[in-house]
């Protein structure tokens, strides 16, 4: 499994906000991406809080994933 994470001290943003899940770039272009090799993308952010964003995918061979 390879996992990475990125951790800012910024602003934050409200992770619930629609406008992260319209059309195929961004935070809805990263998650698909990530599915379609068997990974998950989580964010973690709020207001005023920063922001984390993790993505973990399987290594090569796993189930799921092609060789």
């Not at 599915?35 to 993505?55: K, N």
């Amino acid at each position: 499994t390879l996992a990475l994470s990125i951790r800012d001290f910024g602003i934050g943003f409200n992770t619930a906000d629609p406008r992260l899940t319209q059309g195929k770039a961004g935070v809805l272009g990263i998650r698909e991406r990530a599915a379609s090799v068997s990974g998950e993308l989580r964010i973690v952010s709020a207001p005023g809080e920063g922001t984390v964003v993790s993505v973990r995918l399987p290594a090569r061979g796993q189930k799921g994933v092609p060789a």
